[in-house]
């Protein structure tokens, strides 16, 4: 939701800051379409807007700038590209759902959990993700 007068962009749960995101794939929810979104809004608003996220990990704050979309988007793109290389790799969903490892780049995000691996490995698997 876009408050024009005020210049301030609601992204509810579409905005996870440092803090892994619940992805419903079963509802439609797609990680890659969920990349583009975030991407659309950071170029079209203007470079002044403040976004109120839905979410932020602990010590994070739940507003920012932009720049903040930007780095939400490379973290999906690297969470796929991360489940992209242990499906190469062969591992089961299981192996990959219990992987704890720390994304590069992204390590302010924490170890990995259950809640966005699962969701990324099926669609990987699915061939949906870019």
Do not use: C, Q
């Amino acid at each position: 939701i876009l408050f024009e007068r005020a210049n301030v962009a609601h992204m509810g749960d579409l905005m996870f800051n440092r803090a892994h995101p619940v992805i419903d794939r079963t509802n439609g929810a797609s990680i890659a379409g969920w990349i583009d979104v975030l991407e659309k809004v950071a170029s079209e608003y203007p470079a002044d807007t403040i976004y109120i996220f839905g979410h932020a990990g602990e010590g994070h704050p739940v507003t920012g700038s932009r720049d903040a979309l930007r780095y939400h988007a490379g973290y999906l793109g690297a969470l796929l590209e991360y489940v992209r290389g242990e499906v190469k790799a062969g591992k089961s969903r299981d192996e990959v759902v219990a992987s704890t490892a720390l994304i590069k780049g992204y390590e302010d995000y924490g170890p990995l959990i259950p809640r966005p691996l699962g969701p990324a490995y099926d669609e990987v698997t699915a061939g949906g993700a870019r």
